[in-house]
């Protein structure tokens, strides 16, 4: 189950890993890291079960806790004036996005990066796989990124034998798990502190105190170690400079600069959005990112990354490279989904989204992008048509839209997200009745016969009959249903009763 | 969100935009609604041929179907003065959309460009409502009248001038309600799961009664509350001022 350990009963290389075959935390199918995306159960039962799941109600509120204070669109002044130089930059990017990636690429040749520009997912992770076995790694200490997740890169590392290790302590919590990360920046955002404690323990082999300062000093310990013994690194990137060259990775843990220094060897992962125009847009995007994914000025550690070690320097990854993937991503240039590219990956969107939060996370959209973001984002990446029903889940509430630092219309490309749906699906039961719907209520002696018939069906049929109807009996679980009886009823008004109604007015 | 153009002095004539929603199924709402409008001083028509604004079919990813059926109606409004409409979420469809489902002439079809949400035409025109009713109430902001229409202060500046009225605000008042729509008969567990988290937002402000501007927001708290055996009572915020009016229409 869980992606870190190596062959059954051998203990893995990674010492932060050890123990894990004691770890018995259940969770369901759909939030397990080993989650074929491809394979996810359909969205209704995976989000009826995730709403009956126990524990689910206090994952809710401590989103809500986060939400209120940080998602409630409400920007202060200085917040909003950085809100538009970000989303600026964001778009200015994209008007030239090609031309940014080429100018990076150069850059980062030039400090001795070796960059490999890559489109699919699987190619992505086979580059990676690649330099790991032509250096004969055999554990890898990785830093959190959703890039990695995305590409499948752990599950595939694992199958060539390489030991894998989180080093991000959320994301370290979620790989013991055994669970994808269930929010963009806070991947065990679902768990309580006692479930924690009940997993470390686990893994422990004894009870370890619910204290957070002991618990995090045992993740710290072990994963200390795993930096000194890992021969490879592995990075994300919140921004890579084009004109500077610069891979720009922010972290409160301290975590990216161990990666990022003490192996010799780095790979530094991202998909093509993630370059930005200037190293000095960092004074603008850092600070943005902060402020919407954490309500903090800055991160307590910015890792501004800058090549290979040079001769004379003591420190740094003597090799250094980068993979620039792009995953269906370039395709929606030029389209009304380009809009998504802009996306810093801040998981403000989630934080502000009701339907994430009585999910109890992003684990129900089966997925490596839970939320709004993910229901964009999802079913446009890949080549494959999967996982083109996401935007469907949502109740779109707008309140994504107001979250976002860099202002994407999230809940108009979840609409349109939907047509798309729809637009590819062979016509059928739901195409044709919505056409015989537009026919009927286009026309408006039909509609007043429809509402005609509700009201004799109303007054004939007993609720509880009704309830039973298709469609009435998915409103009817768990709410009665309305009365349609006075359909149409127009109640006598002053107007109305003194001289009759004006011409085609229906009162 | 778009900024709609109206005029400042009172119309002579209203027309009703009834909203599907409120003439099926929230008779009560409508009936009120009118007796406002009424008491304001205008007179209000119904127009006959109105339907829908195609909100299900769009947000059920059928946007040619919607549009059909969103010309209909505006097609039934144009010449309006002024037209009122008691659903927040409908009013945010016509001035949000119009023009992406039928060109950028629909803003200026009089359905669009003279729509009034009831509680912005309430706010406008209706000071000189003499208003009172002893109740404690608590307001649920719609979402699609918050966000797309960027509606938050009329239904509380209409409920301000309810002498006896206390307004105690829930805690995330504009959280969504779990409605969406088709969403609620798409994922129905979800939804209820939601309305349940609102119902108990409601609940911690003791109100009589939870208000909103939005049927079907009311018709999702009202059917859950009612199947979970609560004592929860919804009332359209027209109910609310046409119960507090002092010379009944």
């Given at each position: 189950m869980s992606t870190g350990t190596t062959a059954k009963g051998e203990e893995p290389r990674s010492t932060a890993m050890r123990g894990v075959a004691r770890v018995t935390r259940g969770h369901p199918v759909w939030s397990g890291s080993d989650l074929d995306p491809g394979q996810r159960p359909a969205l209704r039962p995976m989000t009826a079960e995730a709403v009956a799941r126990e524990g689910v109600g206090h994952t809710r509120q401590r989103l809500e806790v986060l939400g209120r204070e940080r998602a409630s669109g409400n920007w202060l002044p200085w917040e909003s004036e950085l809100r538009d130089r970000g989303a600026a930059i964001r778009r200015e990017t994209l008007r030239d996005l090609d031309g940014y990636l080429s100018r990076l690429a150069a850059q980062l040749e030039s400090r001795g990066v070796i960059v490999h520009r890559v489109s699919s997912a699987a190619q992505a992770r086979e580059a990676v796989g690649r330099i790991a076995t032509d250096h004969g790694v055999t554990l890898v200490a990785k830093s959190k990124s959703m890039a990695t997740e995305e590409i499948g890169l752990t599950a595939h590392l694992t199958t060539l034998g390489i030991d894998v290790v989180e080093t991000d302590l959320g994301e370290y919590i979620a790989q013991v798990a055994g669970e994808r990360p269930s929010h963009i920046v806070g991947p065990a955002l679902h768990m309580s502190r006692q479930d924690v404690t009940d997993l470390f323990s686990q893994l422990n082999g004894d009870p370890l105190p619910p204290d957070p300062d002991v618990l995090a000093s045992y993740a710290r310990e072990r994963l200390r170690a795993d930096f000194k013994a890992a021969q490879m690194g592995i990075c994300g990137v919140n921004f890579a400079a084009a004109d500077t060259g610069t891979l720009v990775v922010v972290s409160n843990e301290g975590n990216v600069d161990m990666v990022a220094s003490q192996p010799d060897l780095l790979v530094a992962v991202m998909p093509?959005?993630?370059?930005?125009?200037?190293?000095?847009?960092i004074g603008t995007l850092v600070p943005l990112l902060c402020t919407a994914a954490n309500k903090e000025f800055t991160t307590a550690y910015q890792t501004l990354l800058s090549g290979a070690r040079r001769p004379g320097e003591i420190d740094g990854p003597a090799e250094f490279h980068c993979v620039i993937f792009d995953n269906g991503r370039t395709a929606l240039l030029g389209t009304p989904e380009e809009e998504i590219l802009a996306c810093i990956r801040c998981g403000n969107c989630q934080f502000s989204c009701p339907v994430f939060r009585t999910l109890g996370g992003g684990h129900a959209y089966g997925t490596t992008y839970g939320g709004p973001v993910g229901a964009v984002l999802s079913p446009l990446l890949g080549e494959a048509t999967r996982d083109r029903d996401l935007p469907f889940l949502c109740s779109l509430c707008g309140a994504c839209a107001d979250a976002c630092p860099v202002k994407i219309p999230l809940d108009d490309l979840l609409v349109a997200g939907r047509a798309t749906y729809e637009a590819e699906q062979p016509r059928g039961v739901e195409s044709f009745g919505w056409t015989l719907w537009s026919r009927f209520w286009s026309t408006p002696a039909l509609y007043r016969a429809t509402r005609s018939a509700a009201r004799i069906a109303g007054r004939l049929i007993p609720a509880g009959v009704l309830g039973r109807l298709p469609v009435v009996r998915l409103w009817a679980s768990g709410r009665t249903v309305p009365d349609v009886s006075h359909a149409g009823d127009r109640p006598r008004g002053r107007s109305g009763s003194s001289g009759g109604s004006p011409e085609g007015e229906d009162r | 969100m778009t900024v709609v153009s109206r005029p400042g002095t009172l119309p002579e004539r209203v027309a009703l935009f009834t909203t599907c929603l409120a003439d099926f199924a929230a008779p009560g709402p409508l009936a009120a609604t009118i007796a406002v409008l009424e008491a304001i001083g205008v007179e209000v028509v119904v127009p006959r041929d109105q339907t829908c604004c195609g909100q299900p079919a769009l947000n059920s990813g059928f946007p040619a179907q919607a549009g059909r059926v969103l010309a209909q109606t505006l097609d039934s409004l144009d010449g309006a003065e002024a037209v009122v409409t008691l659903a927040g979420s409908c009013a945010a469809m016509i001035v949000h959309h119009s023009t992406r489902l039928l060109g950028a002439e629909a803003a200026s079809r009089s359905g669009v460009r003279n729509l009034w949400e009831f509680t912005q035409f309430v706010a406008a025109f209706g000071e000189d409502l003499d208003l009172e009713l002893d109740a404690t109430v608590t307001y649920h902001d719609g979402c699609h009248m918050t966000r797309l229409l960027g509606e938050r202060t009329a239904p509380r500046t209409v409920l301000s001038r309810i002498r006896g009225l206390r307004l105690v605000e829930m805690p995330?008042?504009?959280?969504?309600?779990?409605?969406g729509g088709t969403f609620s008969a798409k994922f129905p567990e979800l939804s209820v799961a939601m309305a349940d988290v609102k119902l108990d937002n409601a609940a911690t402000a003791r109100a009589e009664y939870v208000v909103s501007a939005d049927p079907g927001c009311l018709m999702q708290l009202q059917t859950r509350a009612d199947a979970a055996g609560r004592s929860i009572r919804t009332r359209h915020i027209a109910e609310i001022v046409r119960d507090a009016m002092r010379t009944p229409a």
């Open positions: 093509v959005e993630k370059v930005i125009p200037r190293l000095a847009d | 995330d008042s504009d959280t969504c309600c779990g409605f």
